[in-house]
């Protein structure tokens, strides 16, 4: 404005405009005001009333300009205390306007906006330490790439590159049969480049090699999760039961076919009646030596097969899990190879196969439903590797035990129980990825008169998402650990890596589970749009605490194997050997819950690896005693066994929780120690310390109970807390990057701001 009387509205002008919305009542107001002013002319009333006029608003650089003015006044006026002394200074102290100070005081007030809180907004405030705080890596991702991927970085990249591929764009249709014909594409492809079969035999086209395909299945797990089941149920459990249920003759009619997608298949276990108790279905496999065949079939429709991938639209053969029927008698749960459909895709006679539709995710997988009536196979289609039917037309099999051997057949599959936790970690770390990366760059409120701030430098915000990253990264380390165990395995080992496959597996998709809907909630109404994937990794990863094992049962197992260790502990001492032992575990915890130990504060010790190994191993053995104590009192009182166990079930889950949390501390420990590069090392201890204290802090009601800590030390911890998250804060953005997960795969617009 030329006219420096009239810049005497310029702080009203900036004030109604800086939020980016005139409301009706201002302009109104401002139109009245101006209209009123007899001392403006003609020429004058109309400058003023385009800069009121909505169709047209200033620019923002005209908008910063009046704010650079306005600064100016406040420079030549440190003790201005309303915004009508900037106004009489910008108009030069003008005596028309001097004398119109009421007239101006009073428009303020009818817009809301006098007093020092007016001109507060004016003012430049210098940084806070919370608007300050950015990203600026302390380490270098690449090196921190590395650790994660470790020596399965080079098939980890070739699927990587196979998935950023533009024919793996993601498929956008709302139509599941669209949906499920793009997937078994991409599952072709894959195929073609011999990914699928990588766990095979290399005589029947296949890799040999277990661990990368983990690693395959992990690295999909970025992409499409409808593409991660599909292959999953089409090379894992399809292919993988004939190569670990079946033999050579097998092999030889099955696998290579399976490996390059020819025969596209299924495994049918899960019935309507019995769902997680395989021991209980009720498909009969009746032989019948006379014609050396098996009749498959469905007793009643409750013993339909369920939930079956690759059933509704494309399996041609199915892994059938059915009890063997000889002469009238049952020989338990074995399985066997049946047909279902044609080369053409036509359902077989005998086969009934409906579809399940519509889910809550993964609708580019079909699963359906499988009624067998009285369906005839040869005698060798059925995998013999345990159980088999001799040439006289009897059972035999190489372990004499039924249970041993039942428990057997289903242990070979245990790698599924390691798939499954790795492909939900990859889908938390797509989610993390998403809220961090946006967390980062979305910014919203901030110091009075200051920039809005990053939302990720809100504690809170931290608090959601940062001990979240750092529980990720223990479970990476701590499914490393179990991959290992299990292919480095040994036949007496077998128990114990099952048991710890089926509780890594509940932890896992419990936490992703956790992780993605709180994903969800730190991208406010950003994150509940489709574009930005979390919805589809949330709904796609829902039913992963359900199959491969419903997690509540899962995680039984794991409390009832440590019971059966437990007991083993007093089982081969004689009765000093027990109150060796007894003395030993008292004298421990009387040290770590003695008057200094419970409530020690400082720094150092509260970020110390051996409080924190102390502390999650006491209540791991705090609970499991008292869970045995509770069963043996439950048992000595007259209850049976079973009922004793229900009873205290809640105490089962947690005995398997914290048996859980203590092996991803210790995995995180000594990958921690193992690091090298020093940069990463530091990055990794403090998520370590993150890890260990925000898990404390989770269970400090029981520390508390216990007596193990008193509340000056939970207090402390729970400071510390707060103070991890702040420092590591400025690391989030570049510990996500180490994920190195693909643009293509992450998708999400709100990622790339």
Excluded at 256 to 277: Q, Y
Excluded at 729 to 749: G, Y
Aim: aromatic content about 10%.
């Amino acid at each position: 404005m030329e006219n420096t009387k009239l810049k005497a509205f310029l702080p009203l002008f900036y004030i109604v405009w800086s939020d980016d919305l005139l409301t009706q009542k201002e302009l109104s107001t401002l139109k009245q005001f101006i209209d009123d002013q007899t001392w403006l002319s003609q020429q004058e009333q109309k400058q003023l009333m385009a800069k009121v006029d909505i169709a047209t608003p200033p620019s923002r650089q005209q908008i910063a300009e009046w704010k650079t003015e306005i600064e100016a006044g406040l420079q030549a006026l440190p003790e201005a205390k309303d915004i009508f002394d900037i106004s009489v200074w910008l108009a030069e102290n003008d005596k028309t306007i001097i004398d119109l100070e009421s007239v101006f005081t009073n428009l303020e007030l009818n817009l809301g906006i006098a007093g020092e809180e007016a001109i507060s907004q004016f003012k430049t405030f210098e940084n806070t330490f919370t608007s300050v705080h950015h990203t600026a890596s302390s380490f270098d991702t690449q090196k921190l790439t590395q650790v994660l991927d470790g020596e399965y970085a080079d098939i980890i990249k070739r699927v990587k590159d196979v998935i950023s591929r533009p024919e793996f764009a993601y498929e956008t249709s709302t139509d599941i049969h669209v949906y499920r014909e793009k997937v078994l594409q991409w599952c072709q492809i894959l195929a073609d480049e011999n990914l699928g079969n990588m766990a095979y035999p290399k005589k029947y086209g296949g890799g040999e090699n277990i661990a990368d395909y983990f690693a395959i299945m992990e690295t999909l797990s970025y992409h499409d999760l409808s593409l991660v089941i599909k292959f999953g149920v089409q090379f894992g459990l399809w292919g993988m039961s004939v190569m670990f249920l079946g033999t050579e003759k097998h092999y030889k009619k099955y696998l290579k076919a399976i490996g390059s997608l020819e025969i596209p298949g299924c495994f049918a276990m899960t019935e309507t009646n019995h769902g997680s108790n395989v021991k209980g279905i009720e498909t009969t496999a009746t032989y019948n030596h006379e014609n050396q065949t098996f009749t498959i079939h469905t007793p009643h429709p409750k013993a339909q097969k369920e939930y079956i991938g690759n059933a509704a639209a494309h399996g041609r053969m199915a892994t059938v899990f059915a009890k063997l029927m000889i002469d009238g008698k049952d020989y338990g749960v074995n399985a066997f190879v049946v047909p279902l459909r044609d080369k053409k895709g036509k359902t077989l006679k005998g086969i009934t196969i409906g579809d399940c539709g519509h889910k809550m995710g993964l609708n580019g997988v079909d699963n359906g439903t499988i009624v067998f009536d009285n369906v005839v196979i040869p005698k060798e289609d059925m995998l013999d590797r345990f159980a088999s039917v001799n040439e006289a037309g009897e059972f035999e099999s190489p372990i004499p035990s039924d249970n041993r051997r039942f428990f057997t057949m289903l242990g070979t599959l245990v790698g599924g129980r390691i798939g499954i936790p790795r492909s939900a970690l990859s889908a938390a770390k797509s989610g993390l990825t998403i809220a961090i990366r946006y967390g980062d760059q979305r910014r919203q409120f901030g110091p009075e008169g200051g920039s809005e701030v990053p939302i990720l430098n809100y504690r809170m915000h931290q608090r959601r998402l940062i001990p979240l990253l750092a529980k990720t990264y223990a479970m990476h380390f701590g499914l490393q650990y179990l991959t290992n165990r299990f292919l480095q395995r040994t036949e007496a080992e077998m128990q114990e890596i099952e048991a710890i496959a089926a509780g890594m597996k509940s932890y896992v998709t419990w936490s992703a589970r956790d992780i993605l809907q709180e994903c969800r909630e730190a991208c406010g109404g950003k994150g509940y749009l489709s574009e930005n994937r979390i919805d589809a990794l949330k709904n796609d990863t829902e039913i992963y605490t359900t199959f491969e094992g419903d997690n509540t049962v899962l995680m039984q197992l794991v409390a009832k194997s440590r019971l059966a260790e437990f007991r083993k502990s007093f089982e081969n001492m004689d009765k000093m050997g027990m109150l060796n032992y007894v003395y030993e575990q008292t004298k421990t915890v009387i040290m770590q819950k003695n008057p200094m130990a419970t409530r020690k504060t400082d720094e150092a010790h509260l970020l110390d690896d051996t409080f924190h190994r102390n502390a999650f191993e006491y209540r791991e053995k705090v609970i499991l005693a008292s869970a045995a104590k509770r069963l043996r009192k439950l048992i000595d009182g007259g209850l049976d066994s079973y009922d004793a166990f229900n009873v205290a079930q809640h105490q089962m889950i947690d005995v398997a929780q914290a048996y859980l949390d203590r092996l991803m501390l210790e995995q995180f420990q000594a990958t921690v120690t193992q690091t090298e590069d020093e940069g990463t090392k530091n990055i990794l201890t403090k998520l370590k310390q993150l890890f260990a204290l925000s898990q404390i802090e989770k269970n400090k009601g029981w520390f508390l109970e216990e007596g193990y800590m008193e509340a000056p030390k939970t207090k402390a911890i729970r400071k510390l807390v707060n103070q991890l998250c702040w420092e590591i804060r400025t690391d989030a953005v570049p510990l996500v990057q180490s994920f190195d997960i693909p643009d293509s795969c992450l998708s999400a617009p709100i990622a790339f701001l």
